[in-house]
């Protein structure tokens, strides 16, 4: 059995910090968004100094990257979950259904995903972002097209 390797209590306390930061960071995004967002901010919500959060981001445009990114892999762990050898039909309402699993389960990262504008969002978030969901969803709908279950319009 293949397991993974045990974090030193150094690295989990790194990832508990990194963690920390990010959920005040993404109260604030949520409050004032991603373009007003600054690391000042976060570090006086999170009660770091600020100098502290360089050392787990680098800019502020890593951290708004790092708060999309992870909402966006939360959702689409949830929408991976749907098996994709379902029927093209049966396929989109179990993705309808764990897609308000997901906003359900993780209304802030929900909130992130809905106030998420690719014009505010800092270079380093990459055009990738959200790519999966669309991917999964996309896929569906073009299998139901080819098996004829959609019909285009």
Avoid: W
């Avoid at 000042?40 to 770091?48: I, L, T």
């Avoid at 989109?92 to 929900?110: C, K, T």
């Amino acid at each position: 059995m293949d397991q993974q390797p045990r974090l030193s209590r150094r690295e989990r306390r790194r990832l508990s910090t990194r963690e920390e930061i990010l959920t005040a960071a993404r109260e604030l995004l949520l409050e004032v968004g991603p373009e007003a967002l600054s690391l000042r901010q976060v570090a006086r919500r999170a009660d770091f100094s600020p100098a502290a959060l360089y050392t787990y981001f680098a800019s502020r445009d890593e951290l708004v990257a790092s708060l999309f990114a992870e909402s966006f892999e939360r959702l689409d762990a949830y929408l991976r979950r749907v098996p994709v050898d379902l029927p093209p039909d049966r396929r989109v309402v179990e993705l309808g259904m764990a897609y308000m699993d997901f906003a359900r389960d993780n209304p802030m990262d929900l909130r992130c995903i809905l106030t998420a504008d690719p014009q505010d969002l800092p270079p380093a978030s990459g055009k990738a972002l959200g790519l999966g969901a669309a991917t999964l969803i996309g896929q569906t709908f073009r299998d139901g097209m080819e098996q004829g279950v959609f019909v285009g319009g």
